[in-house]
C-alpha cells in the first residue's frame, strides 16, 4: 500500500508518499515564508494560491523521488482540517479528484492527529495509552490518547497557542515572521535567567493553559528596558523560552502524575524548539517520545501516515469534497479508529 499524503492547512505544501512496509519514500515541501514574510504573518488568500501553484510540481517530485508513477499510489489522504478554508479547500480538491480520476480511495485527515502520529515515523514507537502534548501555532492542547481515534482533551489554552505567543514576542522584538525558530535561535546567546517572567496558571489547579498574561508581561518588559541592544534581545528571548518550557513542563508532569501514563509524546510546530526537547527529555518523569525535527512543523508525511491508519481500517471520504475549518479533535472519537469530515463510507478495507 502506498498512500500520497497531502498537507495544505496553512502556508507550507507538503506532499510524501508512505508505503506499508518502507514507511516515508518520499517527501517535499514548499515553505511561502518569503511570500508572508512582508506583511509579518499568513495571508489566507496568497497562502491558496500558491499551494495551487505548487501542488502538481511538488506531487511529480514526489513521485519521481520514490521511482513510482501515480498507478502505483494505492489511497490518497489529504489534510481536511482544522485549518484556513481556501488552503484546505486547494488540497482537498486536488487529492479528492486525484483519487477520483485513479479510481483509488482518499481520506481527509484531522491536522492535529497528523501532528500527534508523527512520532509514529521514528524507529522507537510510542507505546498506548500515552498523553500528547500538542503545540503548534493555533493549538496547546494536554490530550490522553487511549489508541489511535480516542483521544481526550485533559488541557487546553484558555488564549493564545504557544507558538502563537512565540510569534507574537518575535515580533515585538523585531524578528519577523515566522517567529519561533527565529526566538529559539536568538536565545541561544541568552541568559534564560535575566528576567522575571511569570508560569501562567502554573499555581491553579487544573490542566489548562493561558499565554496572554505571559505576552503581556513581555510587551511590558520591551516597553520599559531601553536601550535593547543584541544582548539584552537575546535576554529576553531566552526568559520568554523559559517561562513556556517552565509552564508547559509543569502541566504535562501535573498530568502525567494525575493519569498515571508514563509516555509523553510532544508534537506540532514548537516541538522542534531545542530548550523545549532537551529539558522535556532531562527532567520528566516519563518516556518522552518527539518527532524527527524536520516532521515538528507541518508535512505531507504525518498526513500520509495519519491517512493510511484510517484507510487500512476502510474508510474513506465519499465523492463530495468536504472540509472542516474548526474541527475538534475529540470528535474523531465516535467511532474507535474512525477519521471523517462529514458523511463516512466504510468499505473492505483495501
Ligand atoms: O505545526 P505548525 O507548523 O503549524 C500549525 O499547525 O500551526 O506550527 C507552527 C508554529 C509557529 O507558531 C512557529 O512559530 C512555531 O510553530 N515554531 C516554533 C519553532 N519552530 C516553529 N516555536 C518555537 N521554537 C521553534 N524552534
Ligand atoms: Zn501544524
Redesign the pocket.
Known sequence: MSTLGIET????CGVAIYDATRGIVAEALASQTEIHQPFGGVVPELASRDHIRKLAPLLQRVLDDADMTLEHLTGIAYTAGP?LPGALMVGAAFGRSLAQALDIPSIGVH??EG?LLAPFLSDERPQFPFLALL?????TQIVRVQAIGDYKILGDTLDD???????KV?RMLGLG?????????LAISGNAKAFKLPRPMTDRPGLDLSFSGLKTAVRNLVADTSPINDQTAADIAASF?QA?VDTLRIKVSRALRETRIQELIV??????????RQQFQLQLDAKVHFPAPHL????GAMIAFAGHHRLQQGFTEPLAITTRPRWPLEELADQSGSAHTGVLHRSQPH
Open positions: 492547512s496553512c502556508d507550507d485549518g491536522h492535529m501532528h503545540v503548534s501555532g493555533g493549538h497557542a504557544v507558538g502563537e505567543a512565540f510569534d518575535a515572521f515566522p517567529g519561533g525558530s527565529a526566538i529559539s535561535k523560552e513556556i508534537a506540532g510546530g514548537v516541538s522542534a524548539n531545542h530548550r523545549l515538528c512543523t507541518d508535512n
